[in-house]
């Protein structure tokens, strides 16, 4: 079975500027999770996404993050303008379904440096 | 709702040596409870899991019992190697995870 997949895998932008990353989760995986992970620090939740409805984005920045996941597929996760407390690792992950027994696949992240 | 407590590192150990990550966990019922690992430049790779009360998760030399009287999930292996060199995260299923446990074993 295929992985979670990424991309891009690397970027570097400047503060101010606006930077899009993507995200196509596991076959049939409905629930799709985006997560910010600063160095040193455990991942922290952004949003969660249930097929394509939002579940839970009480951490997401609103001003400046947005997600999407429209057909209930791939996702887009934007930030616009970008600044320099946003350089991270963005990691996707997606599981079966929320909750229960299943744990979460993780792709391997978009790392994020603003400069 | 639910949270755990994992030990902080960061914990450096020789080849060989025996490996115990503290991992505790409260909840209102028994959720299932997972061990991730993280390898440096990587995503989190799920390690291993555990259901309900006395099951006992297993892969790759490393095991976990979920056990209820204690609440507790400790990550145990017997004989480490450098590549298990990572950073190993405890999760009880409610999308916060902590800082993680970063172990070095030297050769």
């Known amino acids: 079975e295929a992985g979670v997949a990424q991309s891009p895998r690397y970027k570097i932008i400047e503060k101010r500027q606006s930077v899009a990353f993507w995200c196509n989760p596991i076959?049939?995986?409905?629930?799709l999770y985006w997560y910010q992970q600063i160095l040193g620090q455990g991942p922290k939740l952004l949003i969660q996404f249930q097929n394509n409805g939002v579940v839970d984005d009480s951490q997401l920045p609103k001003d400046r993050f947005s997600a999407e996941r429209l057909k209930g597929v791939d996702s887009t996760l934007k930030i616009q303008p970008a600044k320099l407390e946003d350089s991270a690792v963005y990691l996707c992950a997606s599981s079966p379904a929320r909750g229960g027994n299943y744990g979460y696949t993780f792709g391997s992240g978009t790392r994020l440096t603003v400069v | 709702g639910n949270s755990v407590t994992q030990m902080e590192g960061p914990v450096t150990l020789s080849e060989e040596a025996f490996l115990t990550i503290n991992c505790t966990y409260t909840?209102?019922?028994?959720?299932?409870l997972f061990w991730y690992v993280q390898y440096p430049g990587e995503g989190l790779q799920l390690l291993l899991k555990?259901?309900?009360?006395?099951d006992k998760g297993s892969n790759k030399g490393f095991e976990a019992t979920y056990r209820k009287e204690t609440t507790s999930f400790h990550l145990e292996k017997g004989s480490v190697q450098v590549s298990d060199s990572a950073v190993y995260f405890c999760d009880g299923q409610n999308f916060v995870f902590g800082p993680g446990t970063r172990l070095s074993v030297l050769p």
């Open positions: 909840a209102t019922g028994y959720p299932s």
């Open positions: 076959s049939g995986h409905a629930t």
């Open positions: 555990a259901t309900k009360a006395d």
